[in-house]
């Protein structure tokens, strides 16, 4: 039997692709390598944004409500970046990606878990999948949506590997923590009952470590480039130690994980012929914020209705994919690229921003803004350099040198 789309991955970047694809009439199945729920090593925060891409709503998946930052300079000079809006959510990645995957299996897709796809072999009208036991499942086209250690990617030819200084490591922890001390760390600097996410910059070279504060726990990480990826544990284990000396807590490390992420924006070419590569498998995080559902979801459901064209006859196969996405999210990438080297890259940068947002309200909304998806980056990037050499035009000097 040979379905219209097979998707390999059952994680946001699939399920919506999964789901889109059914919508538009094709004949999905989605192969999924664990069972869900599932536990899944991430911060779990999101921009505001994001249930505007969906068409079903997610509240019953939200922890917390954001409605800005606390942002820490290496010296540990303290910014609170807010709005009066809600700048963000978080969520506990297992629920969230179960209602995704539910969804997916709501529209008609089919989906079989427990499938890991080791091989991927296209031909001139058709795509194989295999199982690590053995199964072989046929497409028309397939969608890799499994993640920054892909197999899709390095079987099809597309990626054989991630270069070092495009990908990154991190640590997390899901801490519990009483409400009642989660909300004194990190609520909000008014009354709207909503909490800060909270960055901790320094102390790791082109990395930084988060707070991100949910219902019962907090997600506490710290992630760099790998080229600097030797100095993360020592720096990890002294973060931890600060953040409880800071809060006066005793945390539970017990469910500590690493993983990779990608950093460096989007691989230039993400298909083959019949192939395309979506979310984390493609590189689809932001290289400012480390940023990665919001992307996962949108680049699905590029793919999925570019497939749906192609096989009515209005697009241009995978082409249409790759087109799509580097006219749009492409555009962003590049953008959020060139902030996050120019923000980020050193020490010395990093306090440069912290310390001119601590004396510029408007700053201090540009990072916001930034932090939070709330403007693009290509916009941003205009508006934060604008104000930085207008207002501050010796530290931005300082910073570009």
Partial sequence: MTRD????????????????ATQEGLDVLLLEKEEHPRRKACGGGFRAGLPDLLDFDISSTIDRESSG????S?????????????????VKREIFDKLLLDKAIEAGAEVQQNMEVVDVIESSNQVEAYTRDGERFTGKYLVGADGVNSKVARTSGIMKRWDQEAIGLCMEAAVPMDDSEIERITLAPYESGRVCIQIYFGGLEHGYAWCFPKKGEISLGMGCLMPFAKDLKDAWGKFIREFEETYSVDL??????????????????TISERIMLVGDAAGFVSPATGEGIYYAIDTGHIAAEAVARTLKGNADGTREYQRRWKEGIGKEMDAANFLANLLFNSEKN????IQMASRDDVIRSHMTDLIGGLRSYTDLRKSLMWRVLSRHALTGLKMLL
Avoid at 69 to 72: G, M, P, Q, R, T
Wanted: with cysteine.
């Fill in 350 to 353: 990093m306090e440069y921003v």
């Fill in 5 to 20: 789309l097979i998707v390999v991955g059952g994680g946001p970047a699939g399920a919506s692709c999964a789901r889109r």
């Fill in 74 to 90: 290496p010296s540990r000079t303290k910014v609170v970046c807010t709005k009066d809006e809600i700048t963000g959510y978080t």
């Fill in 252 to 269: 539970d490390m017990s469910q500590e994980t690493a993983w990779r992420v990608p950093l460096a924006g989007p691989i230039d070419n």
């Fill in 69 to 72: 930052s606390h942002l820490f």
